[in-house]
């Protein structure tokens, strides 16, 4: 009897850890998935924000980026060549 009694402690013991591993990975994934999607909704708040109240700025820097973009792909055509 006293085998049995230690056995399902062990058992016990066991799943119990192993059921706290699973919530703390779900813990972990949630938390990442919320802060991922805290970071997209500020990027486009402060971008609406932007648009609503200095449109010229937005425009400019909206140039400057797709300036860059423009150099950095003639620069990976040049290197690829």
Not at 49 to 63: G, K, N, S
């Amino acid at each position: 009897m006293a085998l049995w009694i230690v056995g399902a402690a062990c058992l016990l013991v066991w799943c119990g850890t192993w059921a706290i591993q699973v919530a703390l990975w779900l813990l972990q994934l949630a938390l990442r998935l919320l802060g991922g999607a805290a970071v997209l909704a500020f990027g486009l708040v402060s971008i609406l924000a932007l648009a609503l109240l200095d449109r010229d700025e937005l425009r400019r820097i909206w140039r400057r980026h797709r300036a860059g973009a423009a150099v950095a792909a003639t620069l990976a055509r040049e290197r690829w060549s």
